[in-house]
């Protein structure tokens, strides 16, 4: 942005400058424009159980959350949190001084960078990374430092995460299941994680939104790996188990003084939000196993169907252990470039995807990767396979 007449400086401040519009905004502007179909933005196109969004109208007309809610998010939702945790993992959490709502993990890993990190800090992510995260830490002040997942594995390198730690690093940034990759870390993998963390008194901020979306393997809180519960905050949140992600509600859960210090940096960002979905969220956290099982075996469906029908139109397909998306590599068609081929795409087959180079530092790494929602209607995902089969 230039800056006025008169002044030398910009508008924007110079850590943020670098990030410009998010790539997702570029391709669902192009989705709309052309009238393709969306494969780019992780949102699904059909809304989660009828009986939660009840709940939601339920407590708008009973009068509850419609004015600010506490500041640590209502009783019943920490409560519903905390009773998750242990449910699904043992975990045990207070939900008086081990909680914390926010308005979508979007939010919670703001709020954690903000408050965890100083300028000059070191983070250690993995790469590809979620857009939000090296903004957060650019406004931070605090530094980047990659530790990138190769095709075709996707696997951490963990003699490189050794090496990369300095007497600067203040903190690991981790992400399972991996959203652009679909890596799932193992329990061999976060045990290593875990012992350098503790030998290297680390903190350790872990963005688990995909935690019920796990076809191959299981999801382990790194938290619950010995010495980690202490130094660790876990993000979770709603919309993407329940598939309403307008509805922006997600959390936090850590140890008392880690809380704190997150509560202090998200009360100057919206302070609340979402107070009668908060109410239903809490319902939606207790509901039976059964429906987190159909959930998930339907979305293992709808990767199998996308994922062979990339193979067939000639993509190399790096089918995910977990989350809502597929990459693929494009080289085969002939293609060197992700991002130019995703901005072809919508022209040349009407169907719209993200080039993960721009999740990347190191953009050769991802140079010829795209990444592909699965999170859609069958009929959708059947007609953007026949649409690519022009390739």
Avoid at 278 to 289: F, G, K, N, R, S
Wanted: contains cysteine.
């Amino acid at each position: 942005m230039s800056a006025p007449a008169g002044s030398s400086r910009p508008y924007l401040n110079r850590n943020l400058a670098a990030f410009g519009t998010t790539i997702f905004a570029e391709m669902s502007a192009l989705a709309a424009a052309t009238g393709s179909i969306n494969l780019g933005q992780g949102f699904p196109d059909t809304d989660g159980p009828a009986e939660i969004a009840e709940a939601a109208v339920r407590a708008i007309r009973d009068g509850r959350g419609n004015q600010y809610p506490p500041g640590p998010g209502v009783p019943e939702l920490r409560t519903a949190i905390t009773a998750h945790q242990q449910r699904f993992y043992g975990l045990s959490h207070d939900p008086d001084t081990e909680v914390l709502v926010t308005a979508g993990a979007t939010e919670a890993i703001a709020a954690s960078l903000l408050a965890l990190l100083e300028p000059g800090d070191e983070v250690i992510a993995l790469e590809p990374f979620y857009d939000s995260y090296a903004a957060c830490i650019a406004m931070a002040g605090a530094v980047r430092v990659p530790l990138t997942l190769r095709a075709p594995h996707f696997r951490p390198d963990l003699d490189a995460l050794r090496d990369a730690i300095t007497p600067r690093t203040r903190l690991l940034l981790l992400n399972t299941p991996h959203n652009p990759t679909g890596t799932v870390l193992t329990p061999e993998e976060l045990a290593v994680i875990a012992e350098l963390a503790v030998e290297r008194d680390l903190l350790v901020v872990t963005d688990e939104v995909y935690e019920h979306l796990v076809f191959e393997g299981a999801h382990v809180p790194l938290a619950s790996l010995p010495g980690m519960r202490e130094r660790t905050v876990t993000i979770s949140s709603a919309g993407k188990t329940f598939s309403f992600t307008g509805w922006k509600v997600g959390w936090i859960t850590a140890p008392p003084a880690l809380v704190s210090a997150v509560r202090s940096a998200k009360q100057f960002l919206t302070y609340v939000s979402s107070g009668p979905f908060q109410y239903a969220v809490a319902e939606a956290l207790a509901l039976p196993d059964s429906y987190f099982d159909d959930f998930r075996a339907d979305l293992a469906a709808k990767r199998d169907l996308l994922s062979d029908g990339l193979a067939a139109a000639g993509f190399e397909v790096f089918r995910p252990q977990g989350t809502y998306f597929i990459t693929t590599d494009v080289s085969p068609l002939g293609e060197k470039d992700g991002l130019a081929f995703c901005r072809a795409l919508p022209g040349r087959c009407g169907v719209v995807a993200i080039p993960n180079q721009v999740f990347y530092d190191d953009k050769s790494a991802g140079a010829t990767q795209v990444r592909w929602a699965f999170c859609k209607r069958t009929d959708v995902l059947q007609e953007a396979v026949e649409r690519l089969r022009r390739l």
